[in-house]
């Protein structure tokens, strides 16, 4: 028996490991579950910053769709009010309301073509 404190001896400093090692296994879930609450509020932040943004910008396209639709109101009512719409009167009409507009939204002139037209018009065409 002489020879079990000698073994004994020999694991005691292991046993001295056992509070570093639970400290650090601590520390370790300490520190993912900050990661997780840190993601999360993270991810709420971006979330509502998003999603002002988007209102912000839906905002401002329904503005210029709900003004350019009333420019088309009104060049519907001009048509209306007209027995016969030529180019040049639609022009002017339309350079009125129009201007300051870009040419990507922009209103043209097409005559209306019946049926009986439409043949003359792509026989003269050719």
Not at 13 to 18: A, C, E
Not at 19 to 48: H, M, Q
Not at 94 to 112: E, F, V, Y
Request: hydrophobic fraction near 45%.
């Amino acid at each position: 028996m002489p020879d079990l404190p000698h073994v004994r001896r020999k694991w005691q400093p292991i046993g001295q490991l056992w509070p570093i090692l639970a400290a650090a296994c601590f520390g370790l879930v300490v520190a993912i579950c900050a990661w997780f609450a840190v993601s999360i509020w993270e991810e709420r932040l971006s979330r509502t910053k998003f999603n002002n943004t988007a209102q912000d910008y839906a905002e401002v396209l329904q503005n210029g769709l709900d003004d350019y639709l009333s420019k088309i109101v009104a060049v519907r009512a001009f048509y209306e009010a007209s027995v016969e719409v030529e180019p040049e009167e639609f022009a002017l009409f339309t350079k009125q309301i129009l201007a300051g507009q870009t040419d990507k939204m922009r209103i043209l002139w097409c005559p209306h073509v019946t049926q009986a037209e439409r043949r003359v018009r792509a026989s003269a065409g050719r």
